[in-house]
């Protein structure tokens, strides 16, 4: 149980699936590498769920297959297919103890009684639940019943490890110390993990790469940093993180292009070659910088005028809205001890610096 | 009661206030006179040596005598056999209507009524027409293969009616919990590696076990506590025939039928304490919010073929009586004949002349049993769910002990601790002659239906419902009266039809209580005429119209409250 297990590949290949004419999932592809820990992140409807539940077995694609360590596992019923999961309720017996609870895979598999008790105590151990055995999983916190359905699942050493919403049940504390612990776990038996969240921060700050679902269609795969840094589309910039979306036009001016807002004007576009034509950018809000009219500006950015309109201060940094000629821009500034930062109602100038607008796909 | 209400300084106010604690003292009161007392009575007398002191030696003479013996261990094999029977019944039809899809799962759903409505007494005569060593099957079964099967025979009769007429108490118990387990719980053991007949026998078996072994012990307690189908099927050798025989024939001193009475008690506590004792700590409602129950499957051709059939042939044999009855009403000639010879309605006529006053008896006396039934239910339903009243528990539990007390054994109580009471208010009428003892002894029978009923409705309800009120400005009782009474409705309603119904058709304690034909109500009216062979057509057309009228009764008081009460489920959930 210590000693990594064998790591395997997960590939979905072209899968579909359609609830009458509703379509649940359409042509998904995605390969997961061996040993990853990989998020399916998407709003709830968007079939990211469905996805665990087909490579788990419990329903059965329309079209194309779903492979494990290179084998087809499409046809495979679940009982037969060796992947662990865990669920969002955790689907605990209530009629067996937690050690029966844990033993179940392991007397499934006809093991030696001692060696179903070697493991299944192995198993608790590892989750730190070694001396709750003998209790009812009714008599637990919710925490330690995710242990237990962990231990549960993890006990039969399965070829890839679901974790269908681990973190939704638990109190706000409690799901960042267990997402540290899921990772640390998953790290040490090094296990091919996938797991579904509705949660972006969850799926950026743990998994090594992370596919977006939206209307069962995948819009992105990539880290989370490619995530965050090139969205592929506006689902994705508008699902991950805040951003600011400008539509307008790019024009070629002097010796490079020009973005023409359609509410806040000109900007220039540091190194961008595109053609000419309708397009939308995007930029975080901690991209833009907020200055007094009448101070010294920096030279590398360009300088808007605006006025401030709302004011969010939370901690780290503050988040104003700015009107900009006749549209809106989310302003994120860093907070420190003693700045009272702006009141709304302050005229202000917002600096846009021209190598942080990331240019979209056209729709 | 109003006297009653102290205003306490609010700050300094107790757990519960003064007018809680008199209505929980006056139910308190009620359940002491008409159930503690009278229970308590039979026991002491089982036990007492005639000088005031404690013997056993009454409990020695019964198991002397051979017949009670005998009585005792039928009682015994009826009960374990009758719910044996029960179970092969229900498990196939509780199983298919939860894990497969197909269209008979309401009719299945449906039959959990039909036992409510008709007694298995007047069942059981049709049942001898119909599967009788010269019934209609038998008769078929001679012609065809020559051969007959010897379902009615002794004790046998008994079993087959009380395991036909009870298995759907099993069955909705057993649909309930089934219904209740979470598909997680299923899905996780596939999981990990388990399927088929493994996975039901760990899984899905265990979880629904506590609903199994409810209906089993409610199926065994009314199959102990049934005293007209073995009269009507002359099976006296049983203990509920033999406790009535000896007090109606030797009189209300002879000892022995007391003895029966207490071995009846155990038998039936010792049944709903294992029950509980089963159950204890094992609430498995397993379902989450947004998740599902079981999965449901399609049925293979062959599948299907099978559910189909086992359902069909249940159907045909638990819809038997009923048909047979409603024949039985309209024949002029039926005997040594697979169908009646001739029709006629002359019964219903005969009926209509001999009886119209045990109709309006069984309305009377069942109207007031139901609505008395229901103040107390909502009553002890608010105390528990709602108050901090003390003694609130017991009263839930001596409601719930009930349940496990034989008719006859509450009607023996009942005329030997009244016996010479005389009515208030009255020339010296006996309290032991009047129906005010019927309507009583119904109450106290049909309060836990009551009782399971309201609380039911009042759990469903969030107190923020009630603390809304209150917080905009209504006291207590306005609360009571505006907010939960109305949202309890469904669940009074269904309280109601269910003690209404099941009083209606209540014969053990009838026979006991009933001491002149002008008191008697439809149930012992049809006794009677089922003792004769030439009362057998007016017996089963008033056996109908008992049918009819709870049937209309049911209809009507829906209608009555519209849509708002889901009073059809309340009442499956019940049964």
Redesign the interface.
Known sequence: MTEALKKIRVDFENVSLAYGKTRVLTDVSIAIEPGEFFALLGPSGSGKSTLLRLLAGFLQPRAGSIRVGGEDVTRVPPWERDIGMVFQNYALWPHMTVRQNVAFGLEERRLPRAEVERRAAAALDLVGLGEFGARRPGQLSGGQQQRVALARTIAIEPKVLLLDEPLSNLDAKLRIHMRGELLALQRKLGITTIFVTHDQEEALSIADRVAVLDQGIIQQVGTPVELYDTPANRFIATFVGTINLLRGALEAAGGGTVFRSETLGAIPLAGATAAAGPAEVAIRPHALQLAAPGKPLDGGRSWLDGTVTEREFLGEFVRYNVKVGAGNLVVDQPHYMGESGFAPGTGVKVGINSAQIKLLKPA | MAGLTLRLPFRARADFTWSQAAVAALIAAFLLVFLIVPVVTVVYVAFADGAGGVTLSHFGSFFSLSLMRESFWNSIYVGVWSVAIATIIAVPLAYFTVRFEFRGALLIQTLGILPLIMPPFVGAVAMQLIFGRSGSVNLLLNDWFGFTIPFMEGLNGVIFVEALHYFPFILMNLVVALNNI?S??E?????????GL??FR??VF??A?PGYVAGAALVFIKVFDDLGTPLVLHQTNLLAPQAYLRITSIGIEDPIGYVASVIMVIASLLALWLAMWTMRG???A?L?RG?AGLARRRLSPGQTIIAYGWIALVLAVVLAPHLGILLLSIAKVWSFSVLPDAYTLEHYATVFNDSPRMIGNTMLYCGIAATLDVVIATAIAYLMLRTKVPGRNALDFTVTIALAIPGVVLGIGYLRTFRGIEIPFTEGELLTASWVLIALGYTVRRLPYALRSCIAALQQMHVSLEEAAENLGAPKRRTIMRVVVPLMAGGMLAGFIISFMTAAVELSMTLMLVSSQNDAPMSYGIYLYLQSAAGRGPGAALGILAVLIVAVGTYLSHRLLGGRANTAGDIQRMA
């Open positions: 979470d997680s719980m899905e996780s053991a596939q999981n990990l590696g388990a399927s493994r996975l760990r899984i265990p979880l076990m094992k609430d498995y397993t989450q998740y």
